[in-house]
T-cell receptor
């Protein structure tokens, strides 16, 4: 199955700072999904990237899929306290969805 | 549309017992996947059902099994419970195999 490494594991920022989490694979991915899980909640689907070099934006969130389709990133501009949670990447297209370990984002208001 | 529902929400069992968890997907979704979430291991894929057939399976022992009914509802069974089975069990439904997952609130299982 496809394995992904997600970094960093933890990130603490001041409110208003930017945040980026990376998802890296040793193999080419068919596509990749991103999820957010708030503390005490369940994962919520954010987006799916399919094309090489794809960039998608959702308000302050920018998602990128690498040209080689082996890595992806999620960037949040000017974080807000509502961004707190764990962000997971999950490569699809294999026989199972393999979620990364996630990046836990905490924010100092 | 109603979201994914899971019952029960909380469960306490003793080692050696068995447990059945239930999941009702979003209306129209034919794929149901199950995940185990623990602090140490993260979110791990158990299996996926589509049209009553198991299509994909994760690396879990045979004590973990599941099934899907004709109305797409799914159940997951864990036999001979071990302490290490204590976890949050999440169910997710999607329109397509390995498609975007819509998660339920989960069942928190504690094995004592």
């Amino acid at each position: 199955g496809q394995q992904v490494m997600q970094i960093p594991q933890y990130q603490h920022v001041q409110e208003g700072e930017d945040f980026t989490t990376y998802c890296n694979s040793s193999t080419t991915l068919s596509n990749i999904q991103w999820y957010k899980q708030r503390p005490g909640g369940h994962p919520v689907f954010l987006i799916q990237l399919v094309k090489s070099g794809e960039v998608k934006k959702q308000k302050r969130l920018t998602f990128q899929f690498g040209e080689a389709k082996k890595n992806s990133s999620l960037h949040i501009t000017a974080t807000q306290t509502t961004d707190v949670g764990t962000y997971f990447c999950a490569p699809g297209g294999a026989q199972k969805l393999v979620f990364g370990q996630g990046t836990r984002l905490t924010i100092n208001p | 549309k109603a979201g994914v529902t899971q019952t029960p929400r909380y469960l306490i069992k003793t080692r050696g017992q068995q447990v059945t968890l239930s999941c009702s997907p979003i209306s129209g979704h034919r794929s149901v996947s199950w995940y185990q979430q623990t602090p140490g291991q993260g979110l791990q894929f158990l299996f996926e059902y589509f049209s009553e057939t198991q299509r994909n399976k994760g690396n879990f022992p045979g004590r973990f099994s599941g099934r899907q009914f004709s109305n797409s509802r799914s159940e997951m069974n864990v036999s001979t419970l071990e302490l290490g089975d204590s976890a949050l069990y999440l169910c997710a439904s999607s329109l397509a195999l390995l498609g975007e997952q819509y998660f339920g609130p989960g069942t928190r299982l504690t094995v004592t």
